[in-house]
């Protein structure tokens, strides 16, 4: 187990009917006017829209609006919302969507102070030193961005879908009303499913020994989220599912899963580039690559993956490597009985940008903490997502 030095300044509110007091929590801070970013328009149909501006004026709360941020929000789109906060010199945002929404509200908080180009932060030729506070209203859970402090935006222009976050970034405050979440398609919930097992094997297979605590702590946020989705697709109003895979998705992503450990994050280097050539949602991404990862690189630490099998599935027996392989079969079958896409083809990805992608993967240096990828390794993990 590694050392840490752990702070997370977010403040979360958790619940049922929380939203109605997003305005109350503006007013307690001393924010007057906001910025008010969300998507393409779900949150007209769900009410959550009228929720949101509701307590904002019950509570005096000055705001302008910018809306049609997309899923795998785009560069241009930050330089708008940018260029429009500081015409309307706004003193915070509030957020309200998925972590496409709350991505785009963390890199234009801190451009707010910026005179150049939002993306000079996330090619490090600048440092933030402050940011608008942000306020988030979560409208489905998937990333944990409602909890952290990062923000993944596609340069559309240079083909370049990349993170970048700060201490200055994590939401000041963020609402998660899981109960809003059941107008989500069955497709999103279990988009949202995906990502945050992801996120628990980007830690929890990453080569570091001697983390008991970590690894009961990532195997509950596994079997809550593979039990509540389930539950889900079935009943989408099952309010006690949507609130546990809620609670799953932030604590997967909220720094906590990660702790004592050093991480791997090939699968989401990988799954960018993907998205960023390919107009699909992140989990599909991830689907695709983590199976094909796991395959790749399971022979550097087989005791975590008959581990897994065993904690997980159920899955037994003497000879570990067996068990280990047994167990990445049953989590691939686990993403086909949830209708998640398991191969590049089942989204019409073909063979043609797999050395373009690999290429793309690898352009900050080499990925991955438990076997460290190259080019020609990313090349032969996407030929196996094939
Ligand atoms: O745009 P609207 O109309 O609001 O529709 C959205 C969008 O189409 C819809 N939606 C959201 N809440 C809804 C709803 N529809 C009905 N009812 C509701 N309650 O869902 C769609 C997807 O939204 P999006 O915000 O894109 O989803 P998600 O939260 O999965 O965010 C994905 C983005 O976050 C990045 C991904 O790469 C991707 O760009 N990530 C951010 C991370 C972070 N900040 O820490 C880490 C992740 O690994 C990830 O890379
Ligand atoms: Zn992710």
Do not use: C
């Not at 942000?134 to 409602?146: D, F, H, P, Q």
């Not at 200055?168 to 405050?173: A, D, I, K, V």
Request: no cysteine; net charge negative.
């Amino acid at each position: 187990m590694k050392n840490f030095d752990y702070h997370n300044p977010t403040r979360l509110v958790f619940g049922k009917d929380t939203i109605k007091d997003i305005g109350k929590f503006v007013s307690e801070y001393g924010d007057k006017k906001v910025l008010l970013l969300y998507g393409k328009g779900s949150i007209f149909k769900n009410g959550v829209y009228d929720e949101v501006v509701q307590s904002l004026d019950k509570y005096g709360i000055d705001y302008v609006e910018m809306s049609g941020v997309q899923p795998n929000p785009v560069l241009s789109k930050v330089r708008e919302t940018v260029d429009f906060m500081k015409k309307e010199n706004v003193d915070a945002i509030v957020a309200v969507g998925g972590g496409s929404v709350l991505d785009t509200s963390k890199i234009a908080a801190a451009s707010f102070y910026y005179d150049g180009d939002p993306w000079d932060f996330y090619e490090k030729k600048v440092f933030p030193e402050k940011a608008l506070p942000i306020y988030g209203v979560l409208t489905i859970s998937a990333t944990g961005s409602e909890m952290n402090s990062g923000g993944v935006i596609t340069n559309e222009e240079e083909k370049k879908k990349w993170g970048w976050g700060s201490k200055y970034t994590y939401p000041r405050l963020s609402i998660v009303d899981p109960s809003i979440q059941k107008t989500l398609p069955v497709n999103q919930t279990v988009n949202g499913a995906v990502d945050t097992l992801t996120h628990v094997f980007e830690e929890y297979f990453d080569g570091t020994k001697d983390t008991l605590m970590a690894d009961e702590f990532a195997e509950g946020i596994i079997r809550t989220t593979m039990e509540t989705v389930k539950v889900l697709i079935k009943d989408p109003n099952d309010y006690e599912a949507r609130a546990n895979l809620a609670w799953a998705a932030t604590l997967a992503l909220n720094g906590l899963n990660g702790l004592g450990r050093r991480g791997d994050w090939a699968s989401h280097g990988i799954e960018h580039s993907i998205s960023a050539y390919y107009d699909i949602a992140h989990a599909e991404g991830l689907a695709m690559v983590m199976p094909a990862w796991m395959k790749f690189v399971y022979k550097e630490d087989v005791d975590k993956f008959a581990r897994f099998g065993e904690k997980i599935f159920g899955i037994t027996g003497e000879d570990k490597e067996e068990v280990a392989l047994k167990a990445i079969e049953a989590y691939k079958s686990f993403l086909k009985e949830i209708g998640a896409p398991v191969a590049l083809s089942e989204r019409n990805i073909g063979e043609d940008k797999i050395d373009v992608m690999a290429k793309n993967a690898l352009l900050r240096g080499p990925l991955g903490g438990l076997k460290k990828l190259e080019e020609e390794d990313v090349y032969k993990i996407l030929m196996l997502a094939r």
